[in-house]
């Protein structure tokens, strides 16, 4: 069975950091590109990053470039988003996935391309 545990979320004042973990079990984790999507309430589901197998890629929306950084620990099928200088804006619900393939591809944005979904962590930035 396969589960992706999201953790790390928190309250933290608008300038701070956060660094959001995401441990996958009983799959193949260096097999997937992973990705991280947020969902703030009323809004769709966005994708924030995305980091191949191997690492070599990494894609990132471009309201979190410069600010986000994202990182994976194939050894510890672990998955990580470091956050700094967060934003008021930042403030969703964070998700974890694994992608289909190895690769994320152009579309990497989109929750159609991502197979496996953690349940998520709360990120709330204060003004």
């Known amino acids: 069975q396969v589960q992706v545990v999201e953790s790390g979320g928190g309250l933290v004042q608008a300038g701070g950091s956060l660094r959001l973990s995401c441990t996958a079990s009983?799959?193949?984790?260096?097999?997937?590109?992973m990705g991280w999507f947020r969902q703030a309430p009323g809004k769709e589901r966005e994708g924030v990053s995305c980091?191949?197998?191997?690492?070599?890629?990494?894609y990132y929306v471009d309201s979190v470039k410069g600010r986000f950084t994202i990182s994976r620990d194939n050894a510890k099928n672990t998955l990580y988003l470091q956050m700094n200088s967060l934003k008021p804006e930042d403030t969703a619900m964070y998700y974890c996935?694994?992608?289909?393939?190895?690769?994320?591809?152009?579309?990497?944005?989109?929750?159609?391309?991502?197979?496996?979904w953690g349940r998520g962590t709360q990120v709330t930035v204060s003004s």
């Open positions: 009983g799959l193949s984790f260096a097999g997937y590109a």
């Open positions: 980091i191949s197998w191997t690492s070599d890629h990494t």
């Open positions: 996935a694994a992608g289909f393939y190895l690769t994320c591809g152009d579309s990497w944005y989109a929750v159609r391309n991502y197979n496996y």
